[in-house]
């Protein structure tokens, strides 16, 4: 009894002399970083892990997503300092024109950071690891593979043929839980135009891998057999193995032509085959991610807006009748330009939706800002884009899905010049898929609105936390379209 009363003892004193001692290192590491700079105003919260539980508990809250970002905004301003994710010389900002001009200055005054865990998952040569000469080819080259002439023939085309099949076997099910159906919908799509792949056995493998693969970016990084990162990583070996084999049989057999992203890559021949596997890899993952998640959430708005839908309705089956076709023909680019309202509904869906929520971002040099604060080097920035996009100084009704707030911005072309919206991030770093994404959601909304009428089986919610998403996949009963007006 004694012994074990001097050995708890014993690891009592130990865990308050290493308690103390992490309390030392910590105050020193502050002291040092912060020693001489006027550094902006805010709280480093706890030793090491900071204010990391107050901003989870804050975005996972469905009523009040931003009241971590409210509370110190009120008490610091749109640019303050705090401790997030073990990042203890980091920097908030919910500033619309600051996070502009940090996002124009990428490679001047800042650069791509995230953890290592995180880029252990996308790759040493993944969009958002590279820096540099290598980084402005890569987002050339998928810039250059998505381009106009491109996105208005062949993706056009491909996309609602997917569609068609697609929704047909959708239809023969019945019901559905269109998150994860829109998941390999889009995944099909992207394997198609980045590797050559059709539907198949092999695309539904993929398709469970990048389940895993996707759930391991916001996990605790302990790599042991059973937990979601170790799942994650390997997935990604999994999908690397297969990218990698498909390189070799397309360098064996130079006779079969792919028309894909793969095959111009490979013909262009200006890189390594693991900067190849890590590109297109990543390629993948934010292809479909991003689109269908959007997807679903953008019939989740409508579900739960019935003006909206109406008014959507309205337009799409004004348009088949002036083009006098029938319902399942494909639309034509001008067709989809022509689709106003749709383009209200899709900036809406990108806003309130919020898939691609923040990007982190590191000082390369001194940025001074507004109020004589310094942001000094090597300090991180959190751009957070959904702390504006939620916010009522920007967007009245923050919460509210309301497409009608975008017509007269459109109208007035006035969308891009708009620093309160940025879903495809800026600068340097903007989404090469931006208008694939736009595009396919577009499409796939003309579709699913004038094939089927649904219903929910659940009542579903929206939670912004550990990302965007449904909680229970939003679970639907599709009935096919009977009536032009229904």
């Known amino acids: 009894m004694a012994e074990t009363v001097t050995y708890s003892w014993l690891a009592g004193f130990v865990c308050f002399v290493l308690t103390m001692l992490l309390l030392q290192l910590y105050r020193i590491v502050w002291r040092e970083d912060s020693r001489g700079y006027n550094l902006p105003p805010g709280s480093s919260g706890w030793p090491l892990i900071g204010e990391t539980l107050s ?66 998952l996308i790759g040493k040569y993944g969009l958002l690891s590279v820096y540099g000469d290598l980084q402005k080819k890569l987002h050339g080259t998928a810039v250059n593979f998505l381009r106009f002439e491109r996105l208005s023939v062949h993706f056009m085309e491909d996309i609602q043929n997917l569609m068609h099949s697609t929704f047909a076997q959708w239809q023969a099910k019945g019901h559905i839980h269109l998150h994860h159906e829109c998941h390999q919908f889009v995944l099909n799509l992207m394997a198609k135009q980045l590797l050559d792949l059709s539907p198949s056995k092999e695309t539904e493998e993929i398709g469970k891998a990048f389940g895993d693969f ?17 799942k994650g990583l390997k997935a990604r070996d999994f999908l690397m193995k297969r990218i990698y084999a498909s390189i070799k049989y397309r360098r064996e057999h130079p006779e079969v032509v792919h ?56 337009e799409h089956n004004a348009l088949i ?25 899709i900036n809406e869906t990108h806003r309130l939706a919020n898939v691609a929520p923040a990007v982190f971002r590191e000082a390369i040099a001194d940025i001074k800002i507004e109020g004589g604060f310094v942001i000094p080097k090597g300090w991180s920035v959190l751009v957070l884009m959904n702390g504006i996009h939620l916010d009522d100084k920007y967007h009245s009704s923050p919460l509210k899905f309301d497409p009608w707030r975008w017509q007269q911005i459109l109208e007035n072309n006035e969308l891009y010049k708009n620093p309160s919206f940025m879903p495809f991030g800026g600068g340097l770093r903007l989404c090469p898929g931006m208008h694939l994404a736009k595009l ?21 919610k929206i939670s912004y936390f550990p990302v965007s998403h449904l909680t229970k996949g939003f679970p639907i009963r599709l009935h096919p379209q009977e009536q032009m007006n229904d």
């Open 321 to 345: 009748k002036r083009k006098g076709s029938p319902r399942n023909q494909n639309l034509t680019w001008d067709d989809y330009q022509s689709l106003k309202f749709t383009q209200c509904v």
């Open 55 to 120: 901003f989870m508990r804050g975005i996972n809250s469905i009523s009040q997503p931003r009241q971590f970002i409210q509370d110190r905004e009120q008490r610091y301003g749109k640019i303050f300092r705090t401790n997030l994710f073990g990042r203890s010389r980091m920097i908030v900002s919910v500033d619309p024109e600051f996070n502009k001009y940090i996002l124009q200055h990428e490679g001047r005054l800042v650069q791509s950071s995230y953890l290592r865990p995180f880029r252990k």
């Open 440 to 460: 396919e959601l577009g499409l796939f909304l003309h579709h699913f609105i004038t094939k089927f009428r649904w219903e929910p089986l659940d009542d579903d």
């Open 214 to 230: 996707s759930k391991s970016f916001v996990v605790l990084p302990i790599r042991i057999p059973g937990t979601a990162y170790w």
């Open 259 to 314: 028309n894909d992203f793969l095959g111009e890559l490979l013909k262009e021949d200006l890189h390594s085959e693991e900067i190849i596997a890590d590109f297109v890899l990543f390629l993948l993952f934010a292809g479909h991610e991003t689109s269908a998640s959007t997807m679903a959430f953008a019939i989740k708005f409508l579900t739960d807006c019935p003006q909206a839908l109406r008014e959507l309705k309205a």
